[in-house]
C-alpha cells in the first residue's frame, strides 16, 4: 500500500484549507491528532507531546518513512509542498516548528 493509499482515508475532512484563520495554538493541537492518527500512536495522546520535543529520531520514534507521510499530510491538508531534504528537516525539527512552517506558508495566509 503506497502512502498516499495509507493516508488517504484521513484527509477529506481537512483539506478545506480554514486553519489559515486558527492560531498557533488550534494548529499546534490539530497537528498533534493528526501526527498521532497517520504515525499509528496508539499509546499516545496529545497531552503527550512536548511541542519543542525533537520529532524525527527522538521519542517517537520517527522513521523516514514517517516523515514522507508527514510531507504527505501537509501537502494534502494545508496545501505546502516541502520539496527538499533541507527545508524538511527544519521543518520537522519540532512540533513547533512544523506549526510555525504551516503558518507562515499557508496559501492565502496573510503572514
Known sequence: MSVRERYGHTTATNHDNHSGSKNMNELTEELKAKLIDILNLPDVTPNDFDEHAQL???????????????????????????????????????LAALAHYIKENQPGSSS
Open 56 to 94: 524525527v529520531g527522538g521519542e517517537l520514534g520517527i522513521d523516514s518513512i514517517d516523515v514522507l507521510e508527514m510531507v504527505v499530510m501537509v501537502e494534502k491538508d494545508y496545501g505546502i509542498i516541502i520539496n527538499s531534504q533541507e527545508v524538511g528537516e527544519k521543518v520537522f525539527s519540532s
